[in-house]
Nanobody
Framework: VQLQASGGGLVQAGGSLRLSCAASGRTFSAVTMGWFRQAPGKERELVAAIRWSGGSTYYTDSVNGRFTISRDNAKNTVYLQMSSLKPEDTAVYYC??????????????????WGQGTQVTVSS
């Protein structure tokens, strides 16, 4: 699976951004997709994940209620709609796909395919 992330940028606190991740290769519709982020000096963390059918999602507590992950299997694309952004959301955001099909996608160890990262900066 090859992944190409886009949509990052600079936004004021309280604003919104939508990230996109286009996938190619393999069976996109059968893998779980996730969005991770990594801030300077911090470990990469899972922000949100969506299973193959799109019916099951996961969010880390700090973004629950503000971010929405979705996928369009017909377009091989996964999205992360980010609203009510805070300065602490500033990070490089990565999309990723699990190595195996039908994975839960709640552990970073399950992910074997990564996009190049897109910078999100939220100013106060």
């Amino acid at each position: 699976v090859q992944l190409q992330a886009s949509g990052g940028g600079l936004v004021q606190a309280g604003g919104s951004l939508r990230l996109s991740c286009a996938a190619s290769g393999r069976t996109f519709s059968a893998v779980t997709m996730g969005w991770f982020r990594q801030a300077p000096g911090k470990e990469r963390e899972l922000v949100a994940a969506i299973r193959w059918s799109g019916g099951s999602t996961y969010y880390t507590d700090s973004v629950n209620g503000r971010f929405t992950i979705s996928r369009d299997n017909a377009k091989n694309t996964v999205y992360l709609q980010m609203s009510s952004l805070k300065p602490e959301d500033t990070a490089v955001y990565y999309c990723a796909a699990t190595r195996r099909t039908f994975s839960t996608g709640t552990s970073i160890d399950e992910y074997g395919y990564w996009g190049q990262g897109t910078q999100v900066t939220v100013s106060s």
